[in-house]
């Protein structure tokens, strides 16, 4: 699943460095599924979905930071655990339980944004 940020988040920004997909996003501020991927243009994302990785997304969150779940994987592929969570001073980054993947999900969906 993927890995939310709570309203306990104080803004400190110490996760978004941390993240290898840049799926973390400063509130208020629009994202991009090609931002710290290999996607590029038109895309069918593993759920199905088309989008067009170059193309402004709305922000999820206006007042804190955010998690985009397409991007999200936990840092499987990367890193043991999710970095955001190990480094946030406030442990508001969570699990989230209205995004479920499996490990091979988010394995899948960690090879298809890095091309691997």
């Not at 991009?32 to 290999?38: F, K, N, P, Q, V």
């Not at 490990?103 to 960690?110: G, H, I, R, T, Y």
């Amino acid at each position: 699943m993927a890995i939310v940020i709570t309203d306990e988040c104080i803004n400190c920004g110490a996760c978004e460095p941390e993240c290898p997909n840049t799926a973390i996003y400063e509130g208020a501020d629009d994202w991009r599924y090609a931002d710290g991927t290999d996607l590029e243009g038109e895309v069918v994302l593993p759920g199905g979905k088309e989008a067009n990785a170059n193309e402004a997304q709305e922000p999820l969150s206006d007042e804190i930071y955010y998690i985009v779940p397409d991007k999200c994987t936990e840092c499987k592929g990367f890193h043991e655990e999710p970095q955001c969570a190990a480094v946030c001073p406030v442990d508001c980054c969570v699990p989230d339980d209205e995004h479920v993947e499996s490990d091979e999900e988010l394995l899948a969906k960690q090879r298809f944004m890095h091309h691997e």
